[in-house]
């Protein structure tokens, strides 16, 4: 939704306030009290199918965050481009997050003088992330509408049968401060993040396992073949739930399993492991699965409020924190339902991930190309899923495979693997040659099993206690590649070689060249709404599934 001018009672409302507060405060002239600037995309999509119910009361407490721009990004993007390019004297030099916050992040004068104005408005700051890309702050309902302009309200959402509060004006920020404010997230209430796990038509929860354990796509994807385990790799799974440790440890025994104590990293206070919520398979499954690949990697959950801000948060304190060599991401929206607020924040962060030699994996979806299926928009509508259409995430589709014994027999795409063009990211450079005519960025990059028909066992909470169930989705892919890396960079390690990194250029790379056929299973029949499974490229399951050991070396050989 386009920025349009805010009301004008709201606009006489702040550049009163402004007046007043602004006067004493030295990095704002007074002349720019009056002048203020709007900020782009900052209303949520749903205040257009939802009903309002009349103004948020003034004193209701929110929470919000103010995310900074980058700096010198021309120069960022330089930077991405040789990181990645084998023969650049910069290949695989990656940042500390120091490196970056200095080289590209906002600087310490410029979160000062937004301190300032938000202070000055009568709001708290609650916290700044260590790479000064966030602010966060909290306030009366009255002064976050004064601070940034808008207007908040209470609206019904119909098609998902829920309340929540929305600004009905855009925000805005004082002119002086246009130049250093990207967004404001959290103005809103109304999350569409959701978890990318299909289940079988008739599937009931069972006491003995079903479905492919670690032994069939080990040895279908030849994962078992790369000679590592993990060790001394760290992967972060991103999550808006909780999860039982009881039920891992039954995973692990079960399989043979043991590697380190999966830890949880709280965000803005998050704590749902003492009483998990209906997200409680996903975050299961994510972690059984990168358990079953990489059984010695060490797993570090982040759990986050399911809100704008939990994910801006979960993203800044990721590279922050500067802990995981992976990020594997089973949770998404899909394009036109999420602002460019918000994706412009969180995509901000994932510059910098691709900076430090972080690999990221999102699941593309379950929808097919029609990833607003079940949101209000419908299945008319032609979408791709966010995160996983950033240019520096690896979107991952889905495919159905089958096994003889533990060993790959066939495979083909999964009816309903979510793929398409992204409305949002331009085609990155490493992405021509593809054979696909379009301008946006396309999704998925690749692919693995999917298909809960030909899923995987997990082990999880049942209808009548924890059980072993069967579950499927491009939420069981992306950890499955997940760990495909976390083996690949022990590997390099062992062979004096960087970490993988952002793994689109190389991928895209190594399948352009005479490596294609023996480093991928290139799934050729099937398909989703729209396009079709095909020699090479396609938007239903990208380059493929894995041959791992064969990606493995061809990855580690291009990069001398």
Same mark, same amino acid.
């Not at 782009?40 to 995310?67: C, R, W």
């Not at 997050?97 to 009568?122: I, N, S």
């Given at each position: 939704?386009?920025?349009?001018?805010?009301?004008?009672?709201?606009?006489?409302?702040?550049?009163?306030?402004?007046?007043?507060?602004?006067?004493?405060?030295?990095?704002?002239?007074?002349?720019?009290?009056?002048?203020?600037?709007?900020?782009?995309?900052?209303?949520?999509?749903?205040?257009?199918?939802?009903?309002?119910?009349?103004?948020?009361?003034?004193?209701?407490?929110?929470?919000?965050?103010?995310?900074?721009?980058?700096?010198?990004?021309?120069?960022?993007?330089?930077?991405?481009?040789?990181?990645?390019?084998?023969?650049?004297?910069?290949?695989?030099?990656?940042?500390?997050?120091?490196?970056?916050?200095?080289?590209?992040?906002?600087?310490?004068?410029?979160?000062?003088?937004?301190?300032?104005?938000?202070?000055?408005?009568?709001?708290?700051?609650?916290?700044?992330?260590?790479?000064?890309?966030?602010?966060?702050?909290?306030?009366?309902?009255?002064?976050?509408?004064?601070?940034?302009?808008?207007?908040?309200?209470?609206?019904?959402?119909?098609?998902?049968?829920?309340?929540?509060?929305?600004?009905?004006?855009?925000?805005?920020?004082?002119?002086?401060?246009?130049?250093?404010?990207?967004?404001?997230?959290?103005?809103?209430?109304?999350?569409?993040? +959701? #978890?990318?796990?299909? /289940?079988?038509?008739? &599937?009931? $929860? =069972?006491?003995?396992?079903?479905?492919?354990?670690? !032994?069939? *796509?080990?040895?279908?994807?030849?994962?078992?073949?790369?000679?590592?385990?993990?060790?001394?790799?760290?992967?972060?799974?991103?999550?808006?739930?909780?999860?039982?440790?009881?039920?891992? +440890? #039954?995973?692990?025994? /079960?399989?043979?399993? &043991?590697? $380190? =104590?999966?830890?949880?990293?709280?965000?803005?206070? !998050?704590? *749902?492991?003492?009483?998990?919520?209906?997200?409680?398979?996903?975050?299961?499954?994510?972690?059984?699965?990168?358990?079953?690949?990489?059984?010695?990697?060490?797993?570090?959950?982040?759990?986050?409020?399911?809100?704008?801000?939990?994910?801006?948060?979960?993203? =800044?304190?990721?590279?922050?924190?500067?802990?995981?060599?992976?990020?594997?991401?089973?949770?998404?929206?899909?394009?036109?339902?999420?602002?460019?607020?918000?994706?412009?924040?969180?995509?901000?962060?994932?510059?910098?991930?691709?900076?430090?030699?972080?690999?990221?994996?999102?699941?593309?979806?379950?929808?097919?190309?029609?990833?607003?299926?079940?949101?209000?928009?419908?299945?008319?509508?032609?979408?791709?899923?966010?995160?996983?259409?950033?240019?520096?995430?690896?979107?991952?589709?889905?495919?159905?495979?089958?096994?003889?014994?533990?060993?790959?027999?066939?495979?083909?795409?999964?009816?309903?693997?979510?793929?398409?063009?992204?409305?949002?990211?331009?085609?990155?450079?490493?992405?021509?040659?593809?054979?696909?005519?379009?301008?946006?960025?396309?999704?998925?990059?690749?692919?693995?099993?999917?298909?809960?028909?030909?899923?995987?066992?997990?082990?999880?909470?049942?209808?009548?206690?924890?059980?072993?169930?069967?579950?499927?989705?491009?939420?069981?892919?992306?950890?499955?590649?997940?760990?495909?890396?976390?083996?690949?960079?022990?590997?390099?390690?062992?062979?004096?070689?960087?970490?993988?990194?952002?793994?689109?250029?190389?991928?895209?790379?190594?399948?352009?060249?005479?490596?294609?056929?023996?480093?991928?299973?290139?799934?050729?029949?099937?398909?989703?709404?729209?396009?079709?499974?095909?020699?090479?490229?396609?938007?239903?399951?990208?380059?493929?599934?894995?041959?791992?050991?064969?990606?493995?070396?061809?990855?580690?050989?291009?990069?001398?």
């Amino acid at each position: 939704m386009r920025s349009r001018s805010f009301a004008l009672s709201a606009a006489l409302a702040v550049v009163s306030l402004a007046a007043v507060s602004l006067s004493a405060n030295a990095s704002l002239t007074p002349q720019a009290a009056a002048a203020r600037t709007a900020l782009p995309d900052t209303m949520s999509p749903a205040v257009s199918h939802s009903q309002k119910q009349g103004a948020l009361t003034a004193a209701q407490q929110l929470a919000v965050s103010v995310n900074l721009k980058l700096r010198n990004t021309a120069a960022l993007d330089r930077f991405l481009t040789a990181v990645s390019t084998p023969g650049d004297p910069l290949y695989g030099k990656y940042l500390t997050p120091d490196q970056f916050t200095a080289e590209y992040g906002p600087t310490q004068d410029d979160v000062d003088k937004v301190t300032r104005f938000l202070r000055a408005q009568g709001l708290t700051v609650t916290g700044v992330s260590a790479n000064r890309q966030v602010v966060n702050v909290g306030g009366t309902a009255d002064r976050i509408a004064a601070a940034f302009g808008t207007h908040e309200s209470r609206y019904v959402d119909g098609a998902q049968h829920r309340t929540f509060y929305a600004n009905d004006t855009p925000a805005s920020v004082p002119s002086e401060l246009a130049g250093v404010v990207a967004g404001v997230v959290g103005l809103d209430d109304h999350t569409n993040r +959701t #978890t990318r796990i299909a /289940k079988p038509d008739a &599937s009931t $929860p =069972a006491a003995t396992p079903r479905g492919y354990g670690p !032994a069939q *796509y080990n040895g279908a994807y030849d994962l078992d073949r790369l000679g590592t385990n993990g060790a001394g790799t760290t992967v972060a799974l991103w999550e808006f739930d909780g999860y039982r440790s009881s039920d891992l +440890t #039954t995973y692990d025994r /079960k399989f043979g399993l &043991s590697g $380190p =104590a999966v830890r949880t990293v709280s965000v803005d206070g !998050a704590n *749902y492991d003492a009483r998990p919520g209906e997200g409680q398979g996903e975050v299961e499954l994510d972690s059984e699965i990168v358990r079953g690949v990489a059984p010695k990697a060490q797993q570090l959950i982040y759990e986050a409020p399911n809100s704008d801000r939990g994910e801006v948060d979960m993203a =800044a304190k990721i590279v922050a924190d500067n802990k995981a060599s992976v990020i594997s991401i089973s949770w998404g929206s899909c394009e036109p339902d999420t602002t460019t607020s918000i994706m412009t924040a969180v995509n901000n962060s994932f510059k910098q991930a691709a900076a430090q030699g972080i690999s990221i994996f999102s699941a593309s979806g379950d929808d097919g190309s029609r990833d607003c299926t079940r949101s209000a928009r419908g299945p008319g509508v032609a979408a791709v899923d966010y995160p996983a259409s950033s240019p520096y995430n690896t979107g991952v589709g889905g495919t159905n495979l089958k096994v003889n014994g533990n060993a790959y027999s066939a495979e083909r795409a999964w009816s309903t693997s979510g793929g398409g063009t992204s409305k949002v990211f331009a085609k990155p450079s490493w992405q021509s040659g593809t054979g696909v005519n379009a301008t946006g960025r396309t999704v998925p990059d690749v692919a693995s099993d999917a298909d809960p028909n030909s899923g995987f066992a997990i082990f999880t909470q049942g209808q009548s206690g924890p059980s072993w169930q069967i579950f499927g989705g491009t939420s069981a892919a992306a950890p499955l590649w997940s760990g495909f890396t976390a083996l690949y960079n022990q590997k390099a390690k062992a062979a004096g070689q960087a970490v993988l990194g952002e793994v689109n250029p190389k991928l895209y790379a190594l399948a352009r060249s005479g490596s294609y056929g023996s480093a991928f299973h290139d799934v050729t029949s099937g398909g989703n709404q729209d396009f079709r499974a095909k020699t090479g490229y396609d938007q239903v399951t990208g380059w493929g599934a894995p041959v791992s050991d064969r990606l493995a070396d061809g990855l580690l050989a291009a990069r001398h």
